[in-house]
């Protein structure tokens, strides 16, 4: 952090070397008066600026940098104000407490957002459709490019200011422990085993869920453009109990349908086509309802799901726009390994 801030005395010549070493990064500086309370910001630019008006190198920085800066307040880090930094172009967010002091810095460029919330990402499965790939090695693990499918969606979590995430495992469990056993995208990555066979969402039972907020629930092999930002601000902004991530899913019928009404037909229609929406496997669920999981038995997501629809609480879905695919069939694995060369996964 220290690297992005000088003091309001420093000199402009003080400040083009402190900005020179930020190079090939985010060249802003952030300014702060003699009790580390932030006064300004300031660029190459503004140093440049100041010297076409006539400031010597010598000046302090107070004279060159720039008043009117963007910030949030520790404990008051919005998403949706983050975001608008972001759409702003500022790269460089402070995060301040109370008295103005600089708590920490948030460089959107690596981290996009600050979702307030919790993930888990399923990977207890065999991967029996892809064997004999997942005879050795558990599917999460199989390379995608340069790294293991399961790191794309750690990474991905990380980048939106994810830190709290969990892995289950089951099959071949010691690989992925293993793998865990050091910092993935910079986040110490918790694996928690299943006791038997607990079903797509069971195992969540046996994670440390907090009391309150919503955790992310996905599958651990799946690749994905999905933004996880719009994905929180959907599900806030319809106070849902559930969240369920859908991709479109079309089905044509080769044949004439006919519409009947008893033993008449009604009407005819040649080959149509219908439109669904499909359960991507990727959730955003409230803790409290995550909480009243069972710890000794089998529960299905669509089992979870189907006691809220019951008990009345909002279920919600939000459209994936971009990529989405379940690695589950040797052809859906070369299908992804083929889509890397092409697909931008930083941009979620």
């Known amino acids: 952090m220290d690297r992005h ?3 309001h005395t420093a000199t402009l010549i003080e400040a083009l070397g402190k900005l020179n070493s930020l190079s090939g990064g985010q060249m802003t ?3 702060t008066d003699d009790d580390m309370r932030i006064c300004g910001t300031l660029t190459d630019g503004d140093v440049r600026r100041a010297i076409l008006r006539g400031v010597s190198l010598d000046t302090a920085v ?6 009117d800066y963007s910030a949030l307040r520790e404990g008051d880090e919005s998403v949706s104000r983050l975001r ?6 500022v790269h460089l967010v402070p995060v301040l407490d109370a008295d103005g002091r600089i708590r920490r810095i948030i460089d959107t460029s690596v981290t996009r957002s600050i979702l307030p919330v919790g993930a888990v990402l399923m990977a207890g499965g065999k991967g029996e459709r892809l064997r004999p790939l997942t005879l050795t090695t558990p599917k999460p693990l199989l390379p995608l490019g340069d790294r293991p499918v399961i790191d794309h969606n750690i990474d991905a979590l ?10 289950t495992v089951n099959y071949l469990a010691e690989q992925l422990e293993e793998h865990f056993s050091t910092a993935v995208s910079g986040v110490k990555v918790k694996c928690v085993r299943e006791n038997m066979p607990m079903g797509t969402i069971g195992a969540v039972a046996l994670c440390d869920i907090p009391a309150e907020g919503d955790t992310i629930v996905m599958n651990s092999d799946l690749l994905t453009t999905i933004s ?3 994905m929180y601000l959907h599900h806030k902004a319809e106070e849902a109990d559930i969240t369920v991530a859908a991709i479109p899913y ?9 519409a009947t009404d008893g033993s008449r037909v009604t ?6 086509s219908y439109s669904y929406y499909a359960n991507a496997g990727i959730y955003m669920i409230s803790n409290r309802l995550l909480r009243s999981l069972p710890a000794d038995r089998r529960t299905d997501a669509t089992d979870l799901i189907d006691m809220a629809l019951s008990e009345g609480r909002k279920v919600t879905y939000f459209l994936i726009n971009g990529t989405w695919i379940d690695i589950g069939s040797p052809s859906d694995y070369a299908h992804a390994r083929e889509l890397m060369r092409h697909v931008d996964l930083t941009q979620r």
């Open 267 to 272: 009407s005819l229609e040649e080959k149509p």
């Open 29 to 31: 500086l952030l300014v």
């Open 228 to 230: 996880f930002e719009d």
């Open 84 to 89: 608008e930094m972001r759409q702003r172009g």
């Open 5 to 7: 801030i000088i003091s």
């Open 250 to 258: 079309n089905v044509s019928v080769p044949y004439a349908i006919l």
């Open 158 to 167: 990380a980048r939106v200011g994810v830190n709290d995430i969990s892995v």
């Open 62 to 67: 107070i004279e060159a940098m720039h008043r």
